[in-house]
């Protein structure tokens, strides 16, 4: 828990530093939105299952993968949302547009790997057990959060410019970095001593994240982005068979990411001024 509250304090202070660093009264000045698709790794992980006498065992360094799941665009080609997704809202906090605030969702998938020696320790049915080296079948023990280890987050963002075209004015290369937390919502397949649950949403934990990239406009407003990301995620609260049943457990993380993405300009005065209106401003 130490380690996790440091975490948040190293958060926090990010986005206090952050806000200093824009001088002026913050003004929403533009938004975008993006949509684009991760990879994942995930370290490993114990997994405690607990409810109540009937059971309390913890099963050791479980490993688990992600599942992209890109072949659905080949039985489904119009659902976008089956691989596993990304996407962000944004809103600019100033008129150079090198701040923003954004809404990051990660729609990541935690797959246990089948046929593993794991060390399981605990009770169940009120026998004590220590097994080593046990290989679980996946009908007696198998966990997955499939329709989404899901990340929400609340991010704030900054903007470095890189690359401008003077003649049309406007951003063509950027660097991005940011640093958020938020909330893990999955739905969870679990199969359990025989017994099989295809769960529903719920907040189950929290997540914190840094993530950084580059921007790059093939045309104005028209973005693509690739991104790297780095984090921490505690389930506290993982839904399972049975009332009362739960799991915990907690990994840290990283993925690839890849977006595209449009700017929505709010401010009339950054429009581009027809040739020869400088020469009639007044000095």
């Known amino acids: 828990m130490r380690r996790i509250a440091l975490l948040a304090l190293a958060a926090l202070a990010s986005f206090s530093s952050q806000a200093q660093i824009i001088n002026t ?3 929403l000045t533009g938004m975008y939105l993006q949509w684009g698709y991760n990879r994942d790794w995930y370290t490993r992980s114990d997994l405690h299952f607990s409810n109540g006498s009937k059971y309390d065992f913890t099963v050791h360094k479980v490993k688990a993968e992600d ?11 119009l659902d976008i949302t089956i691989p596993q997704n990304s ?31 794991y060390d399981i320790t605990g009770q ?23 329709n989404g280890a899901n990340f929400w987050m609340i991010n ?7 690359l401008r075209n003077k003649k049309k004015d406007f951003r063509m290369a950027s660097l991005l970095y940011k640093a958020g937390a938020g909330l ?6 679990i199969y359990l001593m025989g017994k099989r649950l295809d769960n529903e949403f719920h907040v189950a934990g929290y ?16 973005f693509l982005e690739a991104n790297v990301k780095g984090g921490f995620a505690n389930y506290l609260n993982v839904l399972t068979v049975d009332d009362g ?23 009339k005065s950054a429009k581009r001024k027809p040739r020869g209106a400088a020469a009639l401003e007044k000095p």
Do not use: M
Not at 67 to 77: H, I, L, Y
């Open 207 to 222: 997540v914190i994240g840094l993530e950084g990239g580059a921007r790059f406009y093939p045309i104005r407003n028209l």
């Open 156 to 162: 704030y963002v900054g903007h470095h410019e890189l």
């Open 184 to 189: 893990v919502i999955p739905r969870s397949d």
């Open 124 to 146: 169940i049915n009120g026998q004590q057990v220590n097994w080593q080296d046990t290989i679980l079948h996946p009908s007696y023990l198998h966990v997955e959060h499939t």
């Open 87 to 117: 996407f962000r809202i944004g809103f600019f906090l100033n008129k150079k547009k090198t701040h923003s605030i954004e809404l990051n969702y990660d729609h990541t998938k935690y797959v246990v790997t089948d046929y593993q020696p």
């Open 245 to 267: 049943g739960r799991i915990r457990h907690k990994f840290w993380y990283a993925e690839v990411i890849g977006l595209l993405g449009y700017d929505i300009n709010f401010d």
């Open 25 to 27: 009264k913050p003004v």
């Open 67 to 77: 599942k992209p799941d890109f072949s659905g665009f080949r039985t489904n080609p």
